[in-house]
């Protein structure tokens, strides 16, 4: 038999689940489009590897071309005007050279950023262009912005962090509420019927996937405008800022800068077995930079600096270099995008499915209510504000501080709370 609730942990719970739909009004409408289109862009791999083998995929051959002919082939490919920006030699036999190319205006000062990457695609073994592409057109691109901001312009990154509050919200009010007065009682019971068993099931998934959507939502606020900033400042507050590469460094003057082929080669000699991107010397004294751009292998990340003529290693950085921050970060973020291959896929498609689930169950449990006539919105008990333990009131706070928007969110309810509790409060007199 379930225990009696004390007086003071019916209350609680009153509040909780009024807590719990508020948060779900607001998050269910941004959660649905969020969690849809992940789904949609963690099958980018599969999904590129289809649309553009022509361009991503050669025939794998055992002897190919310096990496100088790729790039200059390139070159008479790009467009007119275009900056070579940066070249990512193929990382495995049987893939593509790609050179990048970026408006001549994006090298100019105060057009940092501006304009479209033009993407030059090179075989490797006969340094024959494949074909070219912007690289906003891709579809990765293109899921990752509808994933974001709905294809629209970084204001609407909003979206994004209001779902992530809610459901942070929805995630500890739903803890709270399922958490079991008897062991038992926190499994689905297999004799449970009609609205007690949507309840069971969808209290154990959300639940079952807890340690999964903290993991999903902190990865995802470092990303957001107001929320990720928040982060970022704690970050550099707390010395979890990653280490500055230097700006001053510079190559020997008077030397002519080593080719394509002989810089990737000294790369070679530094960096361990992983996707390169090279970028290359700009003006007389500038030097070659070189980083790893495999997200999936994350204990091989590293960042080079090589003097442009002689090849010498002026600046080195990797795994053991990072911030527990930032190797955080080097984890969560390629798991949040599924990066690490078809398990980590897996196990997004389980988790968005699973979101799907609790919200459907959810609203089909309130339209249960409503036709059993109870009332559509979660009765609050009185005393049920004044039976929240202070511990319960700084933890809010701290969310508030950190997540911006929720303190906007939450400070619209509690107006709207006021408005709601004065007709009880004028019958009571």
């Known amino acids: 038999m379930k225990p009696a609730l004390t007086l003071q942990q019916a209350q609680r719970k009153s509040l909780f689940w009024r807590l719990h739909f508020w948060a779900a009004l607001i998050a269910s409408p941004f959660v649905l489009v969020a969690t849809l289109t992940g789904i949609l862009y963690i099958f980018t791999p599969q999904i590129e590897a289809v649309l553009y083998r022509q361009l991503d995929q050669v025939s794998p051959v055992a002897a190919t071309r310096s990496l100088d002919d790729s790039v200059a082939a390139a070159i008479t490919a790009a467009p007119a005007g275009a900056v070579l920006q940066s070249v990512l030699p193929a990382a495995a036999a049987g893939a593509s050279t790609q050179v990048q190319f970026a408006p001549a205006m994006a090298g100019m000062p105060g057009h940092e950023g501006h304009g479209t990457t033009t993407v030059v695609y090179v075989d490797p073994a006969t340094a024959q262009v ?23 312009n970084d204001n609407w990154r909003w979206m994004i962090e209001l779902a992530a509050s809610s459901l942070t919200v929805m995630l500890v009010s739903g803890i709270y509420l399922w958490w079991p007065r008897g ?38 606020l470092t990303w957001s405008k107001y929320a ?27 030397i002519a800068p080593l080719g394509w082929q002989a810089a990737l080669d000294t790369a070679r000699l530094h960096a361990p077995a992983i996707a390169l991107q090279l970028t290359p010397p700009r003006g007389a004294r500038g030097t070659w930079n070189i980083t790893s751009i495999d997200r999936s292998q994350p204990l091989r990340r590293v960042d080079l600096i090589l003097d442009a003529g002689t090849g010498a290693l002026l600046y080195q950085s990797g795994w053991d270099q990072q911030t527990a921050f930032g190797k955080a970060t080097a984890l969560g973020i390629p798991f949040h995008r599924g990066e690490f291959g078809w398990w980590n896929q897996a196990l997004l498609l389980v988790f968005g499915l699973s ?31 004044r039976a929240v333990p202070v511990g319960a009131w700084l933890g809010a706070a701290v969310l508030c501080v950190g997540l911006p928007l929720l303190a906007i969110s939450a400070a619209f309810l509690l107006l709207l709370e006021a408005m709601l509790a004065l007709p009880r409060h004028r019958q009571m007199r």
């Open 355 to 385: 979101v799907l689930f609790s919200l459907g169950s959810g609203w089909i449990m309130y339209f249960k209510r409503q036709r059993a006539g109870a009332s559509g919105l979660p009765r609050v008990l009185p005393g049920a504000w």
């Open 228 to 254: 990720g900033g928040q982060i970022r400042s704690l970050r550099d507050l707390t010395g979890q800022a990653s280490a500055p590469v230097p700006k001053n460094l510079q190559s020997t003057a008077g």
């Open 130 to 152: 494949l074909g070219s592409m912007a690289s906003g057109e891709r579809f990765g691109s293109w899921s990752k912005k509808l994933h974001s901001r709905l294809l629209q």
């Open 183 to 220: 062991m038992r009682k926190g499994l689905p019971q297999a004799n449970a019927r009609g609205r007690t068993r949507w309840q069971q099931w969808h209290g154990f998934v959300g639940v079952a996937l807890a340690a999964m959507s903290i993991i999903i939502l902190s990865t995802g």
